[in-house]
């Protein structure tokens, strides 16, 4: 079975500070996918980022980064200088491979880390 | 383009009440989901679908139906509700097998049941 864990329910850090949210995952797959989906006050949620089990390069995209260590099974994200407008749910998600149709694509979340960014 | 799209935004129902709610996509998305989001738990699966016709169930499917009946829609039928529905509901769709599996998400149907 699957499992992800965000252990960190909520941060609160002041608007230019970095915060970086921790997701460790479970699977006996070897090949699987990671996502990042944000959820802003709004309800939607809004995908992020994949990394498939294979790329364990990282990334940076503007503010965002990501950190993929198979080693330890962690997915790890990363706001540089944060704005209020990240203020929002960040969503951690594992789907296995993709071999058997029947099986979807299906997705595996852990519970959320709320960001507060205060000004 | 809407996306993903869902009906109705809000519902509230008294226990044994029954409803449907609907999710709509406009990409052609092979694969179709549906979560119910409660404080601290995430998103759980509740069913989905990977074609037109066919439906599976998810880590939570009690209490639901669903119907995949055209390939942009996905209903989720309540027969009797109960006051441990009450929840957010998401629709989502993807690309279908061996393709790009990010899924995009509608933007959810707040549900009471009392």
């Known amino acids: 079975a699957q499992k992800v864990t965000q252990a960190q329910t909520e941060i609160s850090v002041v608007e230019k500070e970095d915060v970086t949210l921790d997701c460790v995952y479970e699977?006996?797959?070897?090949?699987?996918?990671l996502f990042w989906y944000k959820q802003p006050p709004s309800g939607e949620l809004v995908f992020l980022i994949r990394?498939?089990?294979?790329?364990?390069q990282n990334e940076i995209s503007g503010r965002y980064s990501w950190n993929f260590q198979k080693s330890t099974s962690s997915f790890n994200f990363t706001i540089t200088a944060s704005q209020v407008v990240d203020s929002a749910v960040y969503f951690c998600a594992l789907s296995g491979p993709q071999m058997i149709k029947a099986a979807g694509n299906k997705l595996t979340f852990g519970g959320g880390t709320r960001v507060l960014v205060k000004p | 383009n809407a996306g993903v799209t869902q009906t109705p935004k809000f519902r509230v129902l008294k226990t044994g009440q029954s409803m449907t709610l609907l999710c709509a996509q406009d990409?052609?998305?092979?694969?179709m989901y549906w979560y119910r989001q409660d404080p601290g738990m995430g998103l759980r699966l509740i069913h989905y679908s990977v074609g037109e016709g066919t439906t599976a169930k998810g880590e939570v499917p009690d209490g639901y139906n669903v119907s995949r009946l055209k390939k942009q829609n996905f209903l989720l039928g309540l027969e009797s509700a109960a006051p441990s529905q009450t929840s957010v509901y998401f629709c989502a769709s993807s690309w279908g097998q061996g393709a790009s599996n990010e899924q995009f998400f509608g933007p959810g149907t707040r549900l009471t049941v009392l």
């Open positions: 990409m052609n998305h092979e694969y």
């Open positions: 990394r498939n089990s294979f790329d364990e």
């Open positions: 699977t006996r797959d070897t090949t699987y996918y």
